[in-house]
């Protein structure tokens, strides 16, 4: 069974890098093609996809952060990890990382293929304040 | 990207009754869409994917319908531990969320 775990520091200071790291276990994170990918949700408000990095370290970013972020891939260790620079009190949320099973493919209209996220982790929360 | 537009935005209910949440699309997605369960403190829980397909150990009282722009998720007879928040989401874009509250 495939779990996954953020950790990283609870607090950082305004106009520092938020670094997560989210570990897997029970799979290999370079088996099955899959995305791996950082979802954040605000205090009391919906989830907002930060980006995804495949396997073989495509990564794709929300536009409205792709200035400030950057995931990257460790297959020897089984990681994925997560870097936000210049963060303000507008990055307080909780992060959470998930295996993403978007495919590669588009069907014959045109849609890329998109079965969900499966497994998630617990998430962590992340107060940006000094 | 695609909008996500669910409504309502939040519903009350009583435990065994049926309710419908409703994701449209602002284009066309196929069958392309996924539900999620959260509670208070916890993690988003898939549901459903591909507008229909339970996700394995998720109960039947779940059900998914839609495709193209159009989509709900139905809950045939609410259980006290469905009391809870619901994202549809596609690719990158979630829905707003609907909060189910008694």
């Known amino acids: 069974q495939v779990q996954m775990q953020e950790s990283g520091p609870g607090l950082v200071k305004p106009s520092q890098t938020l670094s997560l790291t989210c570990t897997v276990s029970g799979d290999s994170i370079n088996s099955g093609g899959y995305y791996w990918s950082w979802i954040r949700q605000h205090p009391g408000k919906g989830l907002e996809w930060i980006g995804y990095?495949?396997?073989?370290?495509?990564?794709d970013y929300n536009p409205s952060l792709k200035s400030r972020v950057t995931i990257s891939v460790d297959t020897s260790n089984n990681h994925f990890s997560l870097k936000l620079t210049s963060v303000t009190a507008a990055d307080t949320a909780v992060y959470y990382c998930?295996?993403?099973?978007?495919?590669?493919?588009?069907?014959?209209?045109?849609?890329?293929?998109?079965?969900?996220?499966?497994?998630w982790g617990q998430g962590t929360t992340v107060t940006v304040s000094s | 990207d695609t909008q996500l537009t669910q409504s309502p935005s939040s519903l009350s209910a009583s435990e065994g009754d049926r309710v419908t949440i409703t994701c449209r699309a602002s284009q066309g997605i196929s069958s392309f869409l996924a539900w999620y369960q959260q509670k208070p403190g916890k993690a988003p829980k898939l549901l459903i994917y591909a507008a229909s397909t339970l996700q394995s150990g998720v109960p039947s009282r779940f059900s998914g319908s839609g495709s193209g722009t159009d989509f709900t998720l139905t809950i045939s007879s609410l259980q006290p531990e469905d009391f809870a928040t619901y994202y549809c989401?596609?690719?990158?874009?979630f829905g707003q969320g609907t909060k189910l509250e008694i």
């Open positions: 990095i495949h396997y073989s370290g495509s990564t």
């Open positions: 998930a295996r993403d099973l978007r495919d590669d493919y588009y069907d014959s209209s045109g849609h890329r293929k998109d079965y969900g996220m499966d497994v």
């Open positions: 989401q596609y690719l990158n874009t």
